[in-house]
């Protein structure tokens, strides 16, 4: 156990002193001007964060700005880029993000009765975009949505086609009615 944390430190040390991280000169600035060693600065700022997403006032819109401020930034990083991994990947992300999203809006009552509950959703963000193979939302997505997605793929289609039908039809009354007029 010891050593998974030595490791899981060493790691978070070595990406806070990485140059071509966005977030290297803000925290080389903070241990200069503190003479506090960037990994305390950031496990600092981390525990800040869990406090106010328990405690804090708005912790809602913090946990979505965990949830969506370094997926974007990840995401238009992985469209430049020619490989179609990490398009997937962060694809992935997004269609469990919005699945959640929408099952959040139409059961807004756990918010109120689940303790904690921002602070669990931003841990649940964070595992679905860990920088791992079997992350969050690759397994909600294998074991939940993609299945659901293939037993109600031909009505969803069949839905779509249809209202796109009827829309096409009413858009081509409206125009017919405003050039008679």
């Not at 040390?13 to 071509?20: F, I, N, T, V």
């Not at 969506?68 to 993000?97: G, N, Q």
């Not at 699945?99 to 807004?108: A, D, M, R």
């Amino acid at each position: 156990m010891a050593n998974k944390i030595e490791e899981i430190r060493g790691s978070i040390d070595a990406s806070l002193k990485d140059e071509s991280k966005p977030w290297t000169q803000f925290f080389k600035l903070a241990e200069e001007k503190t003479n506090v060693p960037r990994l305390y600065i950031f496990l600092g700022g981390v525990a800040v964060v869990i406090l106010y997403l328990a405690f804090g006032y708005g912790a809602q819109i913090l946990c979505n700005v965990i949830g969506v401020a370094y997926p974007a930034y990840i995401s238009m990083k992985a469209i430049e880029t020619r490989t179609k991994e990490d398009d997937t990947r962060w694809l992935t992300y997004w269609v469990t993000f919005g699945v959640l999203s929408v099952i959040e809006h139409f059961s807004f009552f756990l918010v109120q009765i689940i303790p904690f509950y921002f602070l669990l959703k931003c841990i649940f963000h964070i595992w679905c975009m860990a920088p791992i193979e079997n992350n969050g939302s690759t397994i909600m997505f294998t074991k939940i949505i993609q299945p659901y997605f293939k037993k109600y793929e031909k009505v969803a289609d069949d839905f779509i086609s249809e209202t796109t039908d009827k829309l096409k039809q009413t858009a081509g009354e409206v125009i017919s009615k405003v050039k008679s007029t």
